[in-house]
């Protein structure tokens, strides 16, 4: 059995279920599309860029989610939905409520909702709402964002985030579809 810390009887690596396989194939998904991130603001606003490229500040947090799923299923099945948050909040910060980053906070609560099996629903729960914890506080105390954006590019860049946001959800949905049966 393994906790969250990942301690295991006989101390040797988790073999990795299909709900954690399932987490760390978002997470590479996401940290391999994060350079693309910039070159889409430029292509779309054509300005933005160097503010664009702190997104990728992110990238080693995603990177740890394959690198401990072995160690610790549960911690890597956590931490994605967590990471997502916390990524989605700084991007809020930067580029502003208009940008439309707030709208990765749903594919975060539907990775709260789809990770865990029903004997870790206390989990399912706490990541939950956490993850709409955080986004009150976006929503509230955002504040003005770092970058500055025209009413145009504003209008371009939210229109990227909410077709990458819906993308990663309905992959989210795909690719977690029918891993809960395997993984109880």
């Given at each position: 059995m393994?906790?969250?810390?990942?301690?295991?009887?006989?101390?040797?690596?988790?073999?990795?279920?299909?709900?954690?396989?399932?987490?760390?194939?978002?997470?590479?998904?996401?940290?391999?599309?994060?350079?693309?991130?910039?070159?889409y603001?430029?292509?779309?606003?054509?300005?933005?860029?160097i503010?664009s490229?702190?997104?990728?500040?992110?990238?080693?947090l995603y990177?740890?989610?394959?690198?401990?799923?072995?160690?610790?299923p549960l911690a890597?099945?956590?931490?994605?939905?967590?990471?997502?948050?916390?990524?989605?909040?700084?991007?809020?910060?930067?580029?502003?409520?208009g940008?439309?980053?707030?709208?990765?906070?749903a594919?975060?609560?539907?990775?709260?909702a789809?990770?865990f099996?029903?004997?870790?629903?206390?989990?399912q729960?706490?990541?939950?709402?956490?993850?709409f914890?955080?986004?009150?506080?976006?929503?509230?105390?955002a504040?003005?964002?770092?970058?500055?954006?025209?009413?145009?590019?504003?209008?371009?860049?939210?229109?990227l985030?909410a077709?990458?946001?819906?993308?990663?959800?309905?992959?989210?949905?795909?690719?977690?579809?029918?891993?809960?049966?395997?993984?109880t």
């Amino acid at each position: 059995m393994c906790d969250l810390a990942g301690s295991h009887m006989s101390g040797q690596r988790a073999i990795v279920d299909p709900l954690t396989q399932a987490s760390v194939t978002i997470a590479w998904v996401i940290l391999l599309n994060k350079p693309f991130y910039p070159l889409y603001v430029w292509y779309l606003a054509g300005n933005g860029v160097i503010a664009s490229l702190a997104s990728l500040t992110a990238a080693p947090l995603y990177l740890a989610i394959p690198l401990i799923a072995h160690r610790s299923p549960l911690a890597a099945r956590v931490a994605l939905p967590l990471v997502g948050t916390l990524d989605t909040l700084f991007e809020t910060k930067l580029f502003g409520q208009g940008a439309g980053t707030e709208l990765f906070f749903a594919a975060c609560i539907m990775l709260g909702a789809l990770s865990f099996r029903d004997q870790e629903r206390w989990w399912q729960r706490a990541v939950s709402v956490l993850v709409f914890g955080a986004f009150v506080i976006a929503r509230i105390f955002a504040g003005s964002p770092l970058y500055h954006w025209s009413d145009q590019d504003l209008a371009a860049f939210f229109n990227l985030n909410a077709f990458a946001a819906a993308s990663l959800t309905t992959f989210i949905a795909l690719r977690y579809a029918g891993s809960r049966d395997l993984g109880t």
